[in-house]
């Protein structure tokens, strides 16, 4: 087990991590795990939304916190991260199961959005 990781650790340092590995990765921990009928949409949802709590409550009181985060240390960084983590974990697996393919619906978005809001306009949107 702790091969595993470290062999999954190590091999993401040499490349980019793509969705799909992630989402088979996550298809795999939760098969083996006799998971997967607890990963309905509607609960992957809930666990997405709690992690995304989970995620504010960092940042909360905080104040504005400055790009790259240089005031802060290695233990509220990694803390971080895996907040991060757990977000993009289940709004991966919440786009598996309902059969989705994130990656380019989240491409696609990115043209209708250029498109929606053409370059030249320096303002806000709201
Ligand atoms: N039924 C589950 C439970 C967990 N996970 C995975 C996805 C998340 O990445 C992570 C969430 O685990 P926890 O529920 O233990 O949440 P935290 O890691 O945030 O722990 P805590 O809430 O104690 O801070 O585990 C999962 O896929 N399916």
Request: aromatic letters at 8%; a negative charge.
């Amino acid at each position: 087990m702790e091969n595993s990781y470290n062999e999954c650790v190590k091999k993401s340092n040499d490349k980019d991590v793509s969705l799909q590995e992630l989402r088979d990765r996550l298809a795999e921990f939760a098969e083996v795990r006799g998971w997967d009928q607890y990963h309905s949409p509607r609960n992957l949802l809930l666990a997405l939304v709690g992690e995304v709590g989970e995620l504010s409550e960092i940042f909360q009181w905080k104040g504005e916190v400055a790009r790259g985060l240089p005031n802060w240390g290695s233990d509220d960084k990694e803390h971080l991260e895996e907040e991060l983590s757990d977000v993009l974990l289940y709004l991966v697996r919440l786009a598996d199961v309902c059969g989705l393919d994130l990656g380019r619906a989240a491409l696609t978005k990115i043209v209708k959005n250029a498109r929606k809001y053409p370059t030249g306009n320096k303002k806000s949107p709201t």
